[in-house]
């Protein structure tokens, strides 16, 4: 079974600095997709970002960006100039391959609460 | 644009009542996943459908009954309420399986 795992409970950034939000996985897979989502105080469970396995580049969506090392399985999250907004909780996700029965199953880190400071 | 619904938004039940959370997205979505968080756990699956007619159990199932009579509904219901069931439950939805799932705003239980 696929394990994700969080190692950063909690991280704080002064605003408008860059912090970089831990990931690992452990999976037998070669073919899979990895995801980060926010949480805010409101509860709702917003995409920030997806990475296809199968794909080096690294995915970036405006001031978010992964590392992601697959052979280290690795997949950590970078936010540049961190503004108020981006406190929030922060959950790391696998996905299984489409071709696999489990292919619609998330498999959640524990999360990290990212704290933004003035 | 409704996107996932889930109701109510909030439910206190005593032990032993059963009750059934709802959820319904209008995206023509053919995966719909339940998960519970708990504090410190993260998000955990307990059922999931690839399609109507289809589901099957996740990781935390037991308590739990899922059905899927149409491609809009996926309801989740305790058979019988207990306190370890206190959780907040969410509802998510994907068109294909290598798509990003939407989750719902979640559904806070309180068992007493």
């Known amino acids: 079974a696929q394990t994700v795992t969080q190692s950063q409970p909690e991280m704080s950034v002064q605003e408008a600095e860059t912090v970089t939000l831990s990931c690992t996985y452990d999976?037998?897979?070669?073919?899979?997709?990895l995801f980060w989502y926010k949480q805010p105080p409101s509860r709702q469970m917003i995409l920030v970002i997806r990475?296809?396995?199968?794909?080096?580049q690294n995915a970036t969506e405006n001031r978010f960006s992964v590392n992601f090392q697959k052979a280290a399985k690795s997949f950590s999250l970078k936010i540049s100039d961190s503004q108020l907004g981006d406190a929030a909780m922060y959950f790391c996700?696998?996905?299984?391959?489409?071709?696999?029965?489990?292919?619609?199953?998330?498999?959640f880190g524990t999360g990290t609460r990212l704290q933004v400071t003035l | 644009n409704a996107g996932v619904t889930q109701t109510p938004k909030f439910q206190v039940l005593k032990t032993g009542q059963s009750m059934t959370l709802q959820c319904a997205q209008d995206?023509?979505?053919?995966?719909m996943s339940w998960y519970r968080q708990d504090p410190g756990m993260g998000l955990r699956l307990i059922h999931y459908?690839?399609?109507?007619?289809?589901?099957d159990q996740g990781e935390v199932p037991n308590g739990y009954n899922v059905s899927r009579s149409t491609t809009e509904d996926f309801p989740l219901r305790l058979l019988s309420a207990a306190p370890s069931q206190t959780s907040v439950y969410f509802c998510?939805?994907?068109?294909?399986?290598?798509?990003?799932?939407?989750f719902g705003d979640g559904t806070r239980l309180s068992i007493l």
């Open positions: 998510a939805s994907s068109f294909a399986s290598n798509q990003p799932q939407h």
């Open positions: 999976t037998s897979e070669s073919d899979y997709y």
């Open positions: 990475q296809e396995a199968y794909k080096q």
């Open positions: 996700a696998y996905r299984s391959p489409p071709y696999t029965g489990t292919a619609s199953k998330l498999t």
């Open positions: 995206m023509n979505h053919e995966y």
């Open positions: 459908s690839v399609g109507a007619g289809i589901t």
